[in-house]
């Protein structure tokens, strides 16, 4: 199996993909092959656009791959509208004033290449005709020294699926959208699944001013990048969209101990991030006796194991404290103040977990003399995607000839904010190995072109 380190294997047949053609109940094809070897160039192209050999796609910065070359022989787009909420596919022809959206009955466009897109319409380019929109993708950035699939697999598979309906001449009744969400992460502002939280108006209205650990906000940052500077520019209404998929690495190792490359989900945990900080009070390491002490470290430390103790006694739950930091941070002053994030994740009782960790913080900090607030970033609840769609994807997935199992996924997605918005929404699964948030993380062409397939028939069954 390739590591994370290396690039997508050589050995890919340069002949495109051809094995996965299938047809409709009634004889009619769904679409053409999925081009594997395509998908792997373009996968290849995002990774050199990566801040860092391991694929760092940090979020807001200039650094970000905002842009996608979307067939073999695209070129960079004229447009110099920016935006890092989301990104369009945006479709082009022989003129250089195509419409984003083709009126009705007319023949679709090559989405030839992806625009960067405007802050307040993330995903505007369009084809297909009129009425509510069929919008797929999922994000392009990723953690610190994260991997190369996650997130950006689901962009390509959606341009590949839609190119692959617009080579077929296909008609379709509704519109198709593309987008790529930004920060998904979270990894810079602390906000995650911030792109779709923006665009479904599930983000706080003082966003604006949250700040990374360089102190810049959110809103400076977007203003560096040619943005309005308010995220809820980004805003749409709900009701324009018939249903929203996502195409998604499992991250996870059920589908790879099944021998399917394939699943659909069921359900999304719900998610509580917060930042938690813990005041002390700092003093001389050995002048301190350990009876007058008020080591912020000490409870914060408790804390942790708390976390843990907490989530391994409940079903279907986890918690992780993935950052922390110690002020004044020398070795011989006592802690005064430790600053961490919390990151719990539960299938069932969510709200329950997160009340019981909350109730020791507490309790820890009174026991030991500190002070703790807590500074809530994000809290999104278990989510049921859409049954209708689900068996629409389970369809799509038996017509490239494989029985997906539903699962659910222990990881968050921006489809839990379209989903909680009143929009039909459901997501693929793309067996991975190699675990994920690291450069070991894998899937294979062969994977990725089947659930390209399936997400281009998916396309197919909602939009005629």
């Known amino acids: 199996?390739?590591?994370?380190?290396?690039?997508?294997?050589?050995?890919?047949?340069?002949?495109?993909?051809?094995?996965?053609?299938?047809?409709?109940?009634?004889?009619?094809?769904?679409?053409?092959?999925?081009?594997?070897?395509?998908?792997?160039?373009?996968?290849?192209?995002?990774?050199?656009?990566?801040?860092?050999?391991?694929?760092?796609?940090?979020?807001?910065?200039?650094?970000?791959?905002?842009?996608?070359?979307?067939?073999?022989?695209?070129?960079?787009?004229?447009?110099?509208?920016?935006?890092?909420?989301?990104?369009?596919?945006?479709?082009?022809?022989?003129?250089?004033?195509v419409p984003a959206r083709p009126r009705a009955g007319t023949r679709n466009t090559r989405p030839r290449s992806c625009a960067r897109s405007r802050l307040q319409e993330p995903s505007s380019a369009r084809f297909g005709g009129e009425g509510k929109v069929i919008l797929v993708g999922s994000h392009l950035d990723s953690v610190p020294e994260g991997g190369r699939f996650d997130g950006a697999l689901g962009v390509?598979?959606?341009?590949?699926?839609?190119?692959?309906?617009?080579?077929?001449?296909?008609?379709?009744?509704?519109?198709?959208?593309?987008?790529?969400?930004?920060?998904?992460?979270?990894?810079?502002?602390?906000?995650?699944?911030?792109?779709?939280?923006?665009?479904?108006?599930?983000?706080?209205?003082?966003?604006?001013?949250?700040?990374?650990?360089?102190?810049?906000?959110?809103?400076?940052?977007?203003?560096?990048?040619?943005?309005?500077?308010?995220?809820?520019?980004?805003?749409?209404?709900?009701?324009?969209?018939?249903?929203?998929?996502?195409?998604?690495?499992?991250?996870?190792?059920?589908?790879?101990?099944?021998?399917?490359?394939?699943?659909?989900?069921?359900?999304?945990?719900?998610?509580?991030?917060?930042?938690?900080?813990?005041?002390?009070?700092?003093?001389?390491?050995?002048?301190?006796?350990?009876?007058?002490?008020?080591?912020?470290?000490?409870?914060?430390?408790?804390?942790?194991?708390?976390?843990?103790?907490?989530?391994?006694?409940?079903?279907?739950?986890?918690?992780?404290?993935?950052?922390?930091?110690?002020?004044?941070?020398?070795?011989?002053v006592v802690p005064g103040e430790s600053l961490f994030s919390l990151d719990l994740r539960a299938a069932r009782d969510h709200d329950g977990l997160v009340r019981e960790v909350l109730t020791s913080v507490t309790t820890i900090a009174g026991s030991r003399g500190v002070e703790a607030s807590v500074d809530e970033l994000a809290r999104v609840p278990v989510t049921s995607l859409d049954p209708k769609i689900r068996e629409v994807l389970r369809h799509a997935t038996r017509s490239v000839g494989v029985d997906a199992p539903e699962l659910v996924s222990g990881a968050g997605h921006d489809a839990q904010n379209p989903a909680l918005s009143g929009v039909p929404t459901g997501m693929i699964f793309v067996r991975s190995t190699g675990g994920s948030h690291t450069p070991r993380e894998f899937a294979s062409v062969d994977d990725a072109a089947l659930g390209a397939q399936a997400l281009a028939n998916a396309i197919r069954e909602l939009a005629s």
């Open 156 to 332: 390509l598979c959606a341009i590949e699926a839609v190119e692959s309906l617009v080579d077929a001449h296909v008609r379709l009744r509704r519109p198709v959208e593309v987008v790529a969400w930004a920060d998904e992460e979270g990894a810079r502002f602390g906000v995650g699944l911030f792109g779709s939280a923006a665009m479904f108006g599930r983000l706080a209205s003082s966003i604006g001013d949250r700040r990374d650990r360089d102190g810049v906000s959110i809103a400076e940052a977007l203003r560096a990048l040619g943005e309005r500077g308010d995220p809820a520019a980004a805003r749409r209404d709900p009701a324009e969209l018939a249903a929203y998929l996502e195409l998604h690495i499992e991250q996870g190792p059920r589908l790879e101990r099944a021998g399917l490359p394939l699943g659909v989900v069921s359900d999304i945990v719900g998610i509580y991030h917060a930042r938690v900080t813990i005041r002390g009070r700092a003093d001389h390491a050995g002048a301190t006796v350990m009876t007058a002490r008020a080591d912020a470290l000490a409870a914060a430390s408790e804390i942790v194991l708390a976390v843990e103790r907490i989530a391994r006694a409940r079903p279907d739950s986890v918690g992780t404290v993935g950052e922390i930091a110690v002020r004044p941070g020398a070795k011989n």
């Open 1 to 97: 199996m390739p590591q994370g380190g290396e690039e997508l294997p050589k050995s890919t047949p340069k002949p495109s993909f051809s094995p996965h053609t299938c047809t409709t109940s009634g004889g009619a094809r769904c679409s053409p092959a999925i081009r594997g070897t395509t998908t792997s160039s373009r996968g290849l192209s995002l990774r050199r656009r990566a801040s860092t050999p391991a694929s760092s796609r940090r979020g807001a910065t200039p650094s970000t791959p905002c842009s996608i070359r979307c067939s073999r022989r695209a070129p960079r787009p004229r447009s110099s509208s920016t935006s890092r909420i989301g990104v369009a596919v945006r479709p082009s022809s022989r003129s250089r004033n």
